[in-house]
């Protein structure tokens, strides 16, 4: 079962109140959805939204004793106004967008999210391909090592990214990659690794923001956020790397600067020794509030 991270952190800056319309742009496995639910006992209403249909069955299932109106919405949470507006609603009240990935997706998808296991090398929230659809596979085997390069630095800030993208130049002309042990194991041979983490961490990271687009998502989503948010609405991101806490914090003070609202936490939230020692993936959570004026 995956373990949504500062849900009490959540719950006491977000503040929920009886009667709102609470919006989770990014269900998951609906952990932040049904504390929030049970917060204010059911008496709201509750919109989830996910790339992933399975990701949206995992939370209706664990909403179905909570009372309020429920509804959840397919789709992408960078066009979350537009979601919402051919659902017939408006505005939100409260808004949470956890940009983390959950258990589900590394361990149960199949998808080739994890170096830890040998799967197809796709990396993308969407489940139903079509041959349009970019996946990981496609960036590793055919991308040029410029590009490679660019990606990785960009998006992983990988220091090795030039000898990594060289590897993948280099191996793929006698065999195209096809899992993601694959790739895993060739990154492992190339690069040192320092302490506990795997040398293929932020390569996997690269691959996966740049097969999903998930920093223009993110910053569409922002924005779509504040126009959907009612006055004295609060929202509420959970970041795990630098690159994704960076674009929320800039987006923050630059609208306070505008005057569009105020900053709720001056410095992000972290996560409690405690909670890190029981949910290992809680230790780079970052957590930043937002109130519309």
């Known amino acids: 079962m995956h373990i949504s991270v500062l849900t009490d ?19 998951g496995g609906g952990g932040h959805t049904l504390a ?3 917060s204010i006992k059911g008496q709201g209403k509750f919109i989830f939204i996910d790339r992933d249909q399975d990701a949206l069955d995992r939370t209706i299932e664990r909403l179905k004793e ?26 939100v009240d409260k808004i949470i967008l956890d940009l983390g990935w959950s258990n589900f ?18 990396m993308t929230y969407k489940k139903d391909l079509t041959e349009d659809d970019l996946t990981a596979k496609d960036i590793v085997n055919l991308w040029s090592e410029e590009n490679l390069i660019l990606i990785l630095k960009t998006y992983g800030e990988e220091s090795w990214a030039r000898k990594i993208a060289g590897a993948i130049v280099e191996r793929r ?6 899992t993601s042990g694959d790739l895993a194991d060739l990154i492992k041979k190339t690069i040192p690794r320092f302490g506990k983490i795997h ?11 740049a097969v999903n687009n998930e920093i223009i998502s993110l910053q569409k989503g922002l924005k779509s956020s504040l126009e959907i948010l009612n006055p004295k609405g609060r929202i509420a991101v959970i970041s795990f ?15 306070k600067t505008n005057g569009v609202g105020k900053i709720i936490t ?8 405690e909670e890190t020692l029981t949910n290992r993936k809680a230790r780079s959570a970052k957590l930043r509030i937002f109130e519309k004026k």
């Open 9 to 27: 952190e959540i719950i006491k800056e977000l503040s929920p109140q009886k009667g709102e319309t609470i919006l989770d742009g990014t269900a």
């Open 241 to 255: 790397h630098s690159l994704e806490d960076r674009e929320v914090k800039n987006f923050f003070k630059q609208k």
């Open 66 to 91: 909570i009372k309020g109106q429920k509804i959840p919405i397919l789709g992408n949470f960078s066009d979350m106004k537009n979601l919402l507006l051919k659902n017939g609603i408006k505005s």
């Open 105 to 122: 997706q590394t361990e149960d998808s199949n998808r080739g999210f994890s170096f830890q296991k040998d799967e197809p090398l796709l």
């Open 266 to 273: 001056k410095k992000p939230i972290r996560p409690t020794r």
């Open 199 to 209: 040398p293929a961490t932020k390569t996997f990271q690269a691959l996966r923001i």
């Open 36 to 38: 929030i639910a049970k």
């Open 173 to 178: 002309k006698t065999k195209p990659f096809e």
